[in-house]
């Protein structure tokens, strides 16, 4: 079907920045949003950032003003740019996307196996 690859997890100190990519391959695709979510230890997974295929961007409040969310649907790669990150930031994120294939329509929801982000006080 279709599958999401992350990438460029690391450890970072506080203040600084890394860029998460999401590589999508397999099956063609229409895209209705793209996300990124994080799961911190001993906490449930949460949404961090959206873009739907229009376009249209979401964050949650703990992030605005620092994450960037955004595509280039020409490499299929979905990115977030962390800046000025936190000890609080630390977790696995993940990416998923939900859409449909575009031969059969079959409805999608897929998640990436996740990278891990560690920023130290």
């Known amino acids: 079907q279709v599958q999401l690859v992350e990438s460029g997890g690391g450890l970072v100190q506080a203040g600084g920045s890394l860029r998460l990519s999401c590589a999508a391959s397999?099956?063609?695709?229409?895209?209705?949003?793209m996300g990124w979510y994080r799961q911190a230890p001993g906490k449930q997974r949460e949404l961090v950032a959206t873009i739907t295929g229009g376009g249209s961007t979401n964050y949650v409040d703990s992030v605005k003003g620092r994450f960037t969310i955004s595509r280039d649907n020409a490499k299929n790669t979905l990115y977030l740019q962390m800046n000025s990150l936190e000890p609080e930031d630390t977790a696995v994120y993940y990416c998923n996307l939900e859409g449909r294939l575009i031969t059969t329509r079959q409805y999608l929801q897929v998640w990436g196996q996740g990278t891990l982000v560690t920023v130290s006080s």
């Open positions: 397999g099956r063609m695709f229409s895209m209705n949003v």
